[in-house]
């Protein structure tokens, strides 16, 4: 009964979403405010429908119906509570769903909080919106249905996958698709600028908050899948370059490119077009990765047992909608006046050189994932292009970024100053300059490239902190003046300091992690010590435990460091009988930045057990640094600027518009 | 600056990123590249010992031996022809014999592959991709597989063939 319920809703939804991306469009033509209005209800209404939809399929988890196919492939009924409702979405007709559900969501968001959009602006934007959704309602209905029923019921499930029991799980996918998905706003809001064949200062101020959240979402999202893998996978590798994760930085690369943009459209009203490109490029990034993810094309974990059926479904559905979206584009992009000219030097030149490295480095990213698949399609030949080639492509783009992003801030609108930036920089430099000799000199002079990409780091890091210290005045006034001027400052300011901070810390932890990690494999038995960068580790026994849905095999070591007991390390090996697999729980010691990490290999007959020990030098700060980004999206979300409502659109006077 | 001289330095700046990628990207490709290849085609193509490559099969059953160390030598078997595996470390989870495996590596002089790497790459029907694609070709998916792969893996192997038939 709530199956059918929840697949009754789902088609009600694609009912509403078909009125939605229809009526108001006609509405808008004809100028009819009524018709135009239907947009808001619908897709409120569509909101509705689709979350019940989606409650019905949690239920139906929860319960352990195994009448349910989707349930049955996917769940035990000794699975824990917490793993019985994010199994909704660790399989491919449920992650659909949620996908859907939080498309549905956003266009929800914007039908209650866009009130002061104009009228037909709003009309289209979620007639847009409601195409998408439409699309992805009659992939779901007609090839991912997650209500099927099974004609015979069994009594037992056949389980989740046990990678998938965690709770990364309950978190990394939804903060993904809040990313990828939260794109399709500023996707909708190009497209509806491009029919209204209009667009000015207060359409980047609309889409900026919508890119940031989703941006948000992404970084979090990203930042959380990668740490994950780094923990449950038991290689303590953190990124590994699979097309799964590229498909994921792609629209990360373009979404941040699309802040900076949409940046200098607002405050100065330049880089229209190309805004709208990256708006319309971003969301196609992430449909694409939808694609790549679920058509079954890449093999991962990520990938579900997948059927061509559906690969054809969603390959149809890209070309559409990026097809379309780039034509109409073309057709269009010419009615956009551009406007708002600067100097090479200055704070729009120094936006554009960020976009055009970062979308540099995302095309990048973007022929090492399809160029395999390319040439399996047209010649046969299977090749892998892995770490060594977006070790020699993306990092060389991303060094000459970092080293501008400090001046960015630093230099004036229309006209900068390139010598006072750097000037300014004067102290960020010499600091980069001093941690680069410190950590060459204390390494005792082995690798150049690991001190001189830290020194980077720093120069980021401290080029962030010296814009707020030349804003506020610190070092140059008292006290009460500087404390006064940094409570005035814009959250936005204090925003992208964070953020380019973050930058920089997320680069020394990776460039320490991956410079000075050592790594200790052997064979242990009962007592032995292993010595891994000055710790002891010892193990002390193992020992049998009976999980929920698993049995567990713990070896327990204790930890020294110079004959000083320090804890108790516990990693596990388990089993899970219903699907004959077995996972590698890692047992993790933080300290401070750094971790010790230790997974369990197989036991050979004698006794002995397989052990990897790792020491990760400053691991953490590989996460610490987009968890600051996304803390400075924050700051600058809740900036004043964007709180208050963006101002009414210009009247259409183009006359007064400066020309040079 | 006339507005023209502006247009083209950020053109110019942007042709300058671009053929740096570009040259990056070609650059990468000529030295970074692997290619796969199962038993039967190394056979066949006869690859020189120190060119790396993936190599995809399934593990012959009985071959599996435990050195000291954590040495490992295994045979990768595709139904036409088989190649001797030496690898040093712990194997992943996924790793059975019977089942399908990808190893990254070169072979010596003695034309024994030596791997780096062996990938737990496998998709919840525990059959690498690549490996069932190959397989296929040659024929020798299911009767094969089906029968040669032990009895604890057989559950998997049916699962792995209903997998590809849906």
């Known amino acids: 009964m709530i199956a059918e319920a929840g697949h009754y809703a789902l088609v009600l939804a694609l009912a509403l979403a078909l009125i939605q991306s229809t009526v108001p469009i006609l509405g808008a033509r004809l100028g009819d405010p009524a018709l135009m209005n239907v947009a808001r209800s619908t897709a409120l209404a569509q909101l509705a429908f689709v979350a019940a939809s989606f409650a019905a399929l949690v239920t139906l988890h929860v319960t352990s119906d195994f009448s349910v196919a989707n349930v049955f492939e996917n769940s035990h009924s000794l699975k824990p509570l917490i793993y019985k409702i994010t199994g909704v979405w660790g399989n491919h007709e449920g992650s659909m769903l949620l996908w859907v559900s939080i498309l549905a969501l956003f266009g929800g968001l914007v039908a209650a909080f866009g009130n002061n959009l104009p009228l037909s602006l709003r009309a289209h934007v979620l007639a847009v919106q409601a195409w998408i959704a439409s699309a992805f309602y009659l992939f779901i209905l007609i090839t991912s249905n997650p209500f099927l029923r099974i004609a015979d019921p069994p009594i037992e499930g056949r389980d989740l996958n046990p990678v998938l029991q965690d709770i990364g799980l309950a978190v990394h996918p939804p903060m993904l698709y809040l990313g990828y998905v939260g794109f399709s706003i500023s996707f909708s809001f190009a497209i509806a600028a491009l029919i209204e064949g209009r667009i000015d200062a207060a359409w980047a101020r609309w889409v900026r908050p919508w890119t940031l959240v989703a941006w948000i979402f992404l970084t979090l999202g990203i930042a959380m899948g990668s740490y994950w893998a780094y923990y449950e996978l038991g290689w303590g590798g953190w990124w590994f370059w699979d097309p799964v994760e590229n498909a994921s930085l792609m629209p990360w690369l373009a979404g941040t490119a699309l802040l900076h943009s949409a940046l200098v459209m607002e405050k100065r009203n330049a880089l229209k077009v190309w805004s709208v490109l990256l708006s319309i490029l971003t969301f196609s990034l992430s449909l694409l990765g939808t694609f790549l993810v679920r058509s079954g094309v890449l093999t991962s974990v990520h990938a579900f047992a997948n059927d061509p059926a559906r690969g054809v479904f969603i390959l149809l559905i890209l070309c559409i909608f990026i097809g379309g979206s780039l034509t109409l584009f073309a057709g269009r992009a010419s009615a956009l006046k551009q406007g708002g000219l600067f100097a090479p030097i200055s704070r729009e030149g120094a936006l554009v050189l960020n976009n055009l490295f970062l979308t540099t480095a995302c095309a990048t990213v973007f022929i090492g994932t399809l160029y395999p698949l390319a040439l399996e399609v047209l010649t046969g030949d299977k090749i892998s292009v892995g770490a060594p080639f977006f070790n020699l492509t993306f990092a060389p783009l991303f060094v000459p970024l970092m080293v501008a992003v400090p001046f960015g801030p630093m230099l004036a609108w229309k006209r900068g100053d390139l010598l006072g930036a750097a000037q300014r920089l004067l102290a960020a430099g010499v600091a980069a300059l001093v941690v680069l000799a410190l950590v060459w000199a204390w390494t005792g002079g082995g690798s150049t490239l690991a001190p001189l990409a830290i020194g980077l780091g720093v120069f980021v890091i401290a080029g962030a902190l010296s814009d707020l210290a030349e804003r506020t005045g610190a070092f140059r006034m008292p006290l009460a003046i500087v404390a006064r001027r940094a409570a005035g400052l814009p959250r936005s300011t204090w925003g992208s300091a964070f953020a380019h901070a973050g930058v920089g810390v997320a680069l020394i932890g990776i460039v320490c992690e991956t410079t000075w990690n050592s790594e200790y494999i052997a064979t242990m038995r009962p007592d032995d010590i292993a010595k891994v960068a000055g710790y002891d580790l010892r193990l002390d026994g193992l020992r049998q435990q009976q999980g929920p849905n698993f049995r567990e095999m713990i070896a327990r070591f204790t930890v020294g460091l110079d004959g000083e007991r320090l804890a108790v390390m516990t990693p596990s090996k388990r089993n899970f009988t219903t699907r004959d697999a077995s996972t590698t729980e890692a047992a993790l010691l933080t300290r401070g930045f750094s971790q010790l990490y230790i997974s369990l290999g197989e036991l050979t007959g004698d006794g002995a057990i397989a052990v990897r020990v790792y020491h990760k030098p400053l691991v953490l700060l590989i996460w610490f640094g987009p968890v600051l980004m996304a803390f400075g999206g924050l700051m600058s979300l809740s900036d004043r600027r964007l709180r208050v409502g963006a101002p009414k659109p210009a009247k259409a006077l183009r006359g007064l518009q400066a020309a040079e | ?166």
């Not at chain 2, 030598?73 to 989870?93: M, N, Q, S």
């Not at chain 2, 062996?118 to 525990?126: F, G, I, N, Q, S």
């Open chain 2, 1 to 166: 600056m006339t507005r023209k001289q502006r247009r083209l330095t950020i053109i110019g700046g942007s042709l300058a990123v671009l053929a740096l990628a570009a040259a990056l990207v070609l650059n990468a490709m000529r030295d970074s590249i692997v290619f796969f290849s199962t038993p039967t085609m190394v056979a066949e193509k006869h690859i020189l010992p120190g060119r790396r490559f993936r190599l995809g099969g399934l593990v012959q059953p009985g071959t599996l031996k435990r050195g000291d160390s954590l040495a490992v030598t295994f045979e990768v078997a595709d139904g036409g022809a088989k190649l001797p595996v030496a690898y040093r470390g712990i194997l992943p989870d996924l790793f059975r014999e019977g089942q399908g495996v990808v190893a990254e590596g070169a072979l010596d002089a003695s034309g024994v592959f030596r791997a780096d790497t062996v990938l737990a790459k496998h998709d919840e029907t525990y059959m690498p991709k690549d490996v069932a694609d190959a397989l296929k070709k040659q024929g020798h998916w299911k009767d094969d597989y089906g029968t040669k792969a032990n009895a604890g893996a057989s559950q998997t192997a049916q699962g792995a063939a209903q997998g590809v038939k849906q």
